[in-house]
């Protein structure tokens, strides 16, 4: 049975850190494309960052290109999130999902999903 289970998330300043992770059991992410979103109180759910499966190419939506960074490890079976320069607009509920053998091409349709792990970045 599939199940992704986010963590990392936490309370930082801004200019903060975090890196979250994506661990997959009952499946090999590798097969997955893992796209991680994100939803913040009152907006709706956004596509943050993707990873495809065929070729490992990845793309970002465009207000955390140069400072987030998505990444796989094989060896783990978790895809991770690297947030640098955190700022109080990446506050929310960060999901990751999954999508088998499938390109990060828009529109990100996922049917697979994780809990959620909360980031809040607060002075």
């Known amino acids: 049975q599939l199940q992704l289970v986010e963590s990392g998330g936490g309370l930082v300043q801004p200019g903060g850190s975090l890196r979250l992770s994506c661990a997959g059991s009952?499946?090999?992410?590798?097969?997955?494309?893992i796209g991680w979103f994100r939803q913040a109180p009152g907006k709706v759910r956004e596509g943050v960052s993707c990873?495809?499966?065929?070729?490992?190419?990845?793309s970002y939506e465009d207000s955390v290109k140069g400072r987030f960074t998505i990444s796989r490890d094989s060896a783990k079976n978790t895809v991770y999130l690297q947030m640098n320069s955190l700022k109080p607009e990446d506050t929310g509920v960060y999901y990751c999902?999954?999508?088998?053998?499938?390109?990060?091409?828009?529109?990100?349709?996922?049917?697979?999903w994780g809990q959620g792990t909360q980031v809040t970045v607060s002075s």
């Open positions: 990873i495809s499966s065929l070729n490992g190419s990845t």
């Open positions: 009952g499946i090999t992410l590798d097969y997955y494309a």
């Open positions: 999902a999954a999508e088998l053998f499938r390109t990060c091409v828009p529109p990100w349709d996922f049917n697979s």
